[in-house]
């Protein structure tokens, strides 16, 4: 009788990840259809469950190319415009990449399917546990920091790229610091409606600028917010 619902059990865990990866596999083959996203970027976001990286309450809304709730009143990017930032990042691998807003590290999930060292800042603490619990238990190695992404890492940098998946009202010039020469910044510029932006430094002091459309991000706000503090306001 055991041996029955341990077989039931099998069959409904094995079932629930098939379900999953068909899904998965049918929107990101949707993207590749209706856009130019590169191959490496399309089979990446395939081997990344996102489900894993929603609450309980909207695993079912996984594959739904939409943002959706994560922790601390943020939001995990839609679908596609991972696959779009991501993209628009296109690096060798090995390239060194330093995301601004971890959230529950999907995206950083991603970045290390490609093959990039990731360093990745969150400003929310109870995010920052979020993600890393996120990333180990998925055998990801991205080095996750709790801190204010307008300051960057210098102690790692340069970086051959960074991707900042939050609105910044304008360009981050401490980040484009710390960007190597030749490296590339992909990030939404703007305060209500930003503007995407592939910032290329061609030189110490002269950047390349190409626009890539309007898109809405949650604001890049500056300074950190401590989980102390939060459950002390609940
Ligand atoms: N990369 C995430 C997107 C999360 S939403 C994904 O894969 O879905 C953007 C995140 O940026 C939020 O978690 C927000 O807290 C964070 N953020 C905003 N301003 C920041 C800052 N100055 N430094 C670091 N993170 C910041």
Same mark, same amino acid.
């Given at each position: 009788? /055991?041996?029955?619902?341990?077989?039931?059990?099998?069959?409904c865990? %094995?079932?629930?990840?098939?379900?999953?990866?068909?899904?998965?596999?049918? *929107?990101?083959?949707?993207?590749?259809?209706?856009?130019?996203?590169?191959?490496r @970027? *399309?089979?990446?976001?395939?081997r990344?469950?996102?489900?894993?990286? $929603?609450?309980?309450?909207?695993?079912? %809304?996984?594959?739904?190319?939409?943002p959706?709730? /994560?922790?601390a009143? !943020?939001?995990?990017?839609?679908i596609y415009? $991972?696959?779009?930032?991501?993209n628009?990042?296109?690096?060798? &691998?090995?390239a060194?990449?330093?995301? +601004?807003?971890?959230?529950?590290?999907?995206?950083?999930?991603?970045?290390?399917?490609?093959g990039?060292? @990731?360093?990745?800042i &969150?400003?929310?603490? &109870?995010?920052?546990?979020?993600?890393?619990?996120? /990333?180990?238990?998925?055998?990801?190695?991205?080095?996750?920091?709790?801190?204010?992404?307008?300051e960057?890492?210098?102690?790692?940098?340069?970086?051959?790229?960074?991707? *900042?998946?939050?609105?910044?009202?304008q360009?981050? &010039?401490?980040? *484009?610091?710390?960007?190597?020469?030749?490296?590339? %910044? @992909?990030?939404?510029?703007?305060?209500?409606? !930003?503007e995407?932006?592939? /910032? !290329?430094? +061609?030189?110490e002091?002269?950047?390349?600028?190409?626009k890539?459309?309007?898109?809405?991000?949650?604001?890049?706000?500056?300074?950190? @917010?401590?989980?102390?503090?939060?459950?002390?306001?609940?």
């Amino acid at each position: 009788m /055991i041996l029955f619902y341990q077989f039931i059990y099998y069959i409904c865990v %094995m079932t629930e990840s098939t379900r999953h990866i068909k899904r998965r596999h049918r *929107i990101m083959d949707q993207i590749a259809k209706r856009t130019n996203i590169d191959d490496r @970027v *399309i089979e990446a976001m395939k081997r990344v469950p996102r489900q894993l990286f $929603v609450s309980a309450k909207y695993e079912h %809304m996984a594959y739904n190319d939409r943002p959706l709730p /994560i922790a601390a009143g !943020q939001t995990i990017s839609q679908i596609y415009t $991972v696959a779009m930032q991501t993209n628009l990042l296109k690096l060798q &691998e090995g390239a060194s990449v330093l995301e +601004i807003g971890t959230g529950c590290g999907y995206q950083t999930a991603v970045l290390c399917e490609l093959g990039y060292r @990731v360093y990745s800042i &969150e400003r929310h603490e &109870e995010l920052y546990h979020i993600a890393q619990k996120n /990333i180990n238990s998925l055998g990801y190695s991205a080095l996750l920091v709790y801190g204010d992404g307008f300051e960057g890492l210098p102690q790692y940098a340069p970086f051959d790229g960074v991707l *900042i998946t939050c609105g910044a009202p304008q360009i981050p &010039e401490e980040l *484009i610091k710390q960007l190597a020469v030749n490296g590339k %910044m @992909v990030a939404p510029i703007g305060q209500d409606v !930003q503007e995407m932006m592939v /910032i !290329q430094k +061609i030189s110490e002091h002269k950047n390349k600028i190409t626009k890539e459309g309007a898109y809405k991000f949650v604001p890049m706000l500056s300074g950190t @917010v401590n989980k102390a503090s939060v459950d002390q306001n609940i």
